[in-house]
């Protein structure tokens, strides 16, 4: 059990520093705007994002939150990792620096979400 609350929240810190905290800090600056043209998608689509992934890294490291919601949570951030992946895929072929980052991403979700679930076995919904 002990090993397994480590492993939630160093997975789900992770997640949350990554998608809530790095974006909310550097969703302005020229170098994400600049990204987010590269890849062909408007500007109000990178503030939109920005406004959804911390809201969702919120929501998944705030133990009250109902799990229901953190569900909704976990699902819109493999969207995301998903999205990310693909779309760096399609403008710039396959390059291992801009598929990688996502793939590790949904790696460390899949991690967050699994003992998330363990954790709270014995709690249904």
Not at 23 to 32: F, G, I, K, V, W
Not at 54 to 64: F, K
Not at 99 to 118: C, E, G
Request: proline content about 5%; charged content about 15%.
């Amino acid at each position: 059990m002990k090993k397994t609350k480590i492993l939630f929240w160093v997975s789900t810190t992770l997640i949350f520093l990554l998608e809530g905290v790095m974006p909310a800090l550097t969703s302005q600056t020229e170098m994400a705007k600049e990204g987010i043209r590269h890849l062909g998608y408007p500007a109000y689509f990178g503030v939109m994002l920005t406004v959804f992934k911390v809201l969702g890294a919120i929501t998944l490291i705030v133990p009250q939150i109902p799990k229901r919601v953190k569900e909704w949570a976990y699902a819109g951030f493999a969207i995301d990792f998903i999205a990310a992946f693909v779309s760096h895929w399609a403008i710039d072929g396959f390059v291992i620096g801009n598929q990688l980052f996502p793939i590790v991403a949904m790696a460390i979700l899949i991690v967050s979400y699994i003992t998330h679930h363990k954790l709270n076995a014995e709690k249904p919904f």
